[in-house]
């Protein structure tokens, strides 16, 4: 499975960005899809995650600001980023996890500025 993430950019305090992740092939709905960040000098942690009949993970960090999506169709999954703060800066890595084996993104990178 190859997963490809846009979206990223460059955006201010308190401003809107929508990460999108595609995989290369149609991945079943039970199949945990999400999105994970690294900030410099930071270890990466687990931002948000979807999967059918389970309610979505968000870090704590993010509740409340980051909403995470699905289509299962397009085997794309969303991560729409609102009010973001500084400290959201990081590149943000898409994964699937696929019967135990993670696939990864190239990632993406977000920057807010203050």
């Known amino acids: 499975v190859q997963l490809q993430a846009s979206g990223g950019g460059l955006v201010q305090v308190g401003g809107s960005l929508r990460l999108s992740c595609v995989a290369s092939r149609r991945i079943h709905s039970s199949v945990i899809m999400g999105w994970y960040r690294q900030a410099p000098g930071k270890e990466r942690e687990r931002v948000a995650s979807v999967r059918s009949g389970r309610d979505p993970y968000y870090a704590h960090a993010v509740m409340g600001r980051f909403t995470i999506s699905r289509d299962n169709a397009k085997s794309t999954v969303y991560l729409q980023m609102n009010s973001l703060k500084p400290e959201d800066t990081a590149v943000y890595y898409c994964?699937?996890?696929?019967?135990?084996?993670?696939?990864w993104g190239q990632g993406t990178q977000v920057t807010v500025s203050s």
């Open positions: 994964f699937a996890n696929v019967e135990g084996t993670y696939y």
